[in-house]
């Protein structure tokens, strides 16, 4: 039984209420929107259109149940420098399809950088101390989803597993289910979208990117140079992961460094994210043009992406918020913060306004 599909009940129940027919125009099981699912990612990632408009087809593939019954829905690594959102994606598309964004299970692999924590992954080998406990990292709930919501799996940082863990990923990809090492039970992957994501090969490219800044390289089209980083990445990828591993991916996504032209959409972003956790005091942060400005020059980093932006708010502009918070404990609902430079261009000033001032 345990090959079973965990939500064969929901299935029963579903063929029940069609009379155990197909209906005329066949619906698909999953009940999500590709459309508004994709417009929430788009939202809130920004500068990665092509990374995107494939997880857009992946997950399209998935709506119409086209793919292999044997197999997990998908499997996709998404590469790329620290800072742009490959987490982030992950994150958002749990909360677009489950309604929490840490509706799914999250594996750090940092964690098992060692062979001998390989053992928390698929649980302690018959023997040894926890084996009929059956204990292991992987959240079945979140792993096997339902009828109608498929689940969702990261493996966060891919190239810091040891090998025993890759061979584990192997035997997922290939047959979508996984033995525990107690042999008693089996975690069903065919009902996941699974994702990867890796840093490899970022820090070879950024230093191939400094040097052609410093050579007649720099003038050549934008499409060779993309080429180049794209050979470099996939150098970097064969060298750290056996062929028979890669080539059971779906999918490998290349995103994007930051640039200037994606500033302003990151100091926007990061305002967005602070208000929603100031929603909870009910109060509003308004930055006032000046400030939003000065946010984006002090926190942008090509190298570090949206969390040098993340930082730069939490060293900055978080602090005098808190203090504004503090100091003002009878305020009422639905009063407005007002951010702006201070006078003396040195610091941000935080003024407690109502919102029939604002002009």
């Not at 052609?212 to 089209?221: A, C, D, K």
């Not at 591993?245 to 460094?257: A, H, K, S, T």
């Not at 400005?293 to 918020?321: H, I, K, N, T």
Request: aromatic share 6%.
């Amino acid at each position: 039984m345990e090959s079973v599909m965990p939500f064969i009940n929901e299935v029963l129940e579903h063929n029940q209420r069609t009379g155990g027919n197909a209906p005329p125009v066949r619906q698909s099981r999953f009940l999500f929107d590709l459309d508004k699912v994709m417009q929430q990612l788009r939202s809130r990632i920004t500068g990665q259109d092509a990374a995107l408009d494939a997880i857009a087809a992946s997950l399209a593939l998935t709506k119409a149940e086209l793919g292999d019954p044997r197999k997990p829905l998908a499997v996709m690594l998404l590469m790329g420098p620290t800072g742009v959102g490959k987490t982030e994606t992950v994150r958002l598309l749990a909360e677009a399809i489950h309604g929490r964004a840490d509706a799914l299970c999250r594996i750090d692999m940092n964690t098992l950088a060692q062979e001998h924590y390989a053992a928390s992954l698929t649980g302690a080998p018959p023997g040894y101390v926890g084996s009929k406990e059956g204990n292991t990292l992987f959240d079945r709930e979140a792993i096997e989803g339902s009828f109608g919501k498929p689940g969702i799996v990261l493996f966060d940082e891919l190239e810091k597993a040891s090998e025993p863990v890759t061979r584990a990923l192997m035997n997922i990809f290939d047959n979508g289910q996984l033995r525990l090492s107690s042999g008693t039970t089996t975690l069903d992957f065919r009902n996941s979208l699974i994702f990867m994501t890796s840093n490899i090969g970022a820090q070879a490219i950024w230093n191939w990117q400094q040097r052609q800044q410093n050579s007649w390289r720099r003038w050549l089209p934008e499409n060779w140079r993309a080429q180049q980083e794209h050979k470099q990445q996939k150098l970097a990828l064969e060298k750290a992961f056996a062929p028979e591993f890669l080539n059971r991916i779906d999918q490998q996504l290349i995103y994007q460094r930051l640039t200037d032209d994606q500033v302003t959409v990151l100091v926007e972003l990061a305002l967005e994210r602070l208000n929603n956790r100031l929603a909870r005091h009910q109060v509003q942060l308004v930055a006032r043009p000046g400030l939003k400005s000065w946010l984006g020059e002090q926190g942008f980093d090509r190298r570090y992406g949206a969390r040098a932006m993340a930082r730069c708010f939490r060293q900055w502009l978080e602090p005098e918020v808190a203090h504004a918070l503090l100091q003002s404990p009878d305020r009422p609902p639905g009063c407005l913060l007002i951010a702006d430079l201070a006078a003396q261009k040195d610091g941000i000033e935080i003024t407690l306004e109502a919102p029939d001032t604002i002009s």
